[in-house]
């Protein structure tokens, strides 16, 4: 069965702090790993990933694949309230472009 | 571009009644997915269409959760009867199709309906 775990499931941090959230996975015929933000409302798309070792990068956010090991793992620095959200790891296992989605790690940043 | 586009927002409604939820996807994209979101659960994929055809509902609870696409650019999820464990945010996404790597499988959510069975 294809799943994706993330981990943590929860982080509380100050402001300024460096965080790295985890995502692994297991699928049949994998496509592409997705990143989203979940704020109070609807989940928006932050990057997609689909080669190894190869950094994606948005200001303080960067994202990396590893393929062989199967997770990624999403960087925030220098951390600031704004960030508080879910961030939801999804892949995509096969041609017909669905998602199987993580449950999200929920992360809190304190003024 | 509008973004998706989903109705109601917000639902009350009482155990039995039926409910109709409805999405509108970006103009373009040929992909549409149905999810549910709750605390304990996550984000779990309902069902999807390509080309207005639906290609996986194995996500969808039971007899009562019906959906359908009439034409690329409308569909709706309906629940009847409703129970209280329907309770959840139902989200919408659309994306332009298939994936490799060209991000055609980049999905864009809607606002989502919560919906509260009484």
């Known amino acids: 069965e294809d799943k994706v775990v993330q981990s943590p499931l929860s982080l509380v941090v100050h402001e300024g702090d460096t965080v790295t959230l985890n995502c692994s996975y297991e699928v049949t015929n994998f496509r592409s790993l997705l990143w989203y933000k979940q704020e109070k409302k609807a989940p928006t798309f932050l990057f997609m990933l689909?080669?190894?070792?190869i950094e994606k990068k948005s200001g303080r956010l960067s994202s990396i694949l590893d393929k062989k090991e199967l997770f990624s793992i999403l960087n925030i620095t220098a951390t600031q309230t704004g960030d508080s959200a879910v961030y939801l790891c999804a892949v995509c296992p096969g041609s017909q472009g669905n998602l199987i989605f993580g449950k999200g790690t929920k992360l809190s940043v304190k003024p | 571009d509008a973004g998706v586009i989903q109705s109601p927002r917000h639902e009350v409604t009482e155990m039995g009644q039926e409910v109709t939820l409805r999405c509108k996807p970006i103009?373009?994209?040929?992909?549409l997915f149905w999810y549910r979101q709750t605390m304990m659960r996550g984000l779990e994929l309902l069902i999807y269409?390509?080309?207005?055809?639906?290609?996986?509902d194995s996500g969808m609870p039971e007899d009562r959760f019906s959906a359908k696409m009439p034409n690329a650019s409308f569909s709706t999820l309906k629940i009847q009867p409703s129970e209280p464990r329907d309770s959840a945010v139902y989200f919408c996404?659309?994306?332009?199709?298939?994936?490799?790597?060209?991000?055609?499988?980049?999905?864009?959510f809607g606002p989502g309906t919560r919906l509260l069975v009484l």
């Open positions: 103009s373009g994209h040929n992909s």
């Open positions: 996404a659309s994306s332009s199709g298939t994936s490799g790597g060209t991000g055609g499988e980049t999905q864009y």
């Open positions: 689909t080669s190894s070792g």
């Open positions: 269409f390509n080309n207005n055809v639906p290609i996986d």
